[in-house]
């Protein structure tokens, strides 16, 4: 479902050009874990954030159901991001001023989904995901790590996308927290079909995934397990 091929992101500061992103190729099904280690500058926010269309590749192609993402008018991207991904970030990013609730519901918004369909994904995907009735009512600020993680991956499984990006979605939770986050996200990409690929400093949580590749200096090689 995702075909990566000759992928390249270069930035240039100054005089100086960094391959941050180096002519990389891989492919991933759908329903697939994937996760992706590799040390700090390695290129890895680079490629998922290409990946989720933030950001424009300076060579190559990234196909998602044989379409190339690349090359797609922006009211076209928009409505990609929309419908067919999911982020998961390290901080959460769940909008502070808003409940839990209302932060799940906002994407179903701006799909255009009306206000009752809204609230009862939401409300169904804030249970799976193991949060109580009381803490949909409030706001992030007032709902520990582990809970704003899980509230973050309700939202961003409110449209159904077909792929979950996470960029070390459990570098901020301790350990028992962090693998009941990572446990959830399995669950899904096993239950919904839905591709998860993962960043992760965590070697233990990394050999629990379908596959893993190892970025380098731009370069994408895949783990053997
Ligand atoms: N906007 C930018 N302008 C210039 N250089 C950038 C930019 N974004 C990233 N880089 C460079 O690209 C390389 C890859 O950065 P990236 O953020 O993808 O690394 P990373 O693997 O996610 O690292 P970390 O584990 O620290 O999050 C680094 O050398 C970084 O300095
Ligand atoms: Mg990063």
Known sequence: ??????????????????????????????????????????????????????????????????????????????????????????????????????????????????????????????EQVGIEPDQMERKPGKLSGGQQQRVSIARALANKPSVILADEPTGNLDEQTGKMVFDLLHTLAKQEKTTIIVVTHDLDIAGKTDRTFRLNDGKIREVKK
């Open 1 to 126: 479902m995702l075909q990566v091929s000759h992928l390249t992101r270069t930035f240039t500061s100054g005089t100086e050009e960094v391959q941050a992103v180096n002519d990389m190729d891989f492919s991933v099904e759908r329903g697939e874990f994937v996760s992706i280690i590799g040390k700090s500058g390695s290129g890895k926010s680079t490629l998922l954030s290409m990946l989720g269309a933030l950001d424009k590749p300076t060579g190559g192609t990234i196909k998602v159901d044989g379409e190339d993402i690349a090359s797609m008018s922006d009211a076209k991207l928009i409505r990609y991001r929309c419908h067919k991904i999911g982020f998961v970030f390290q901080s959460y990013n769940l909008i502070p001023n808003l409940t839990a609730i209302e932060n799940v519901m906002l994407p179903m918004e701006f799909a255009g989904r009306d206000k009752e369909a809204r609230e009862k994904r939401a409300t169904e995907l804030l």
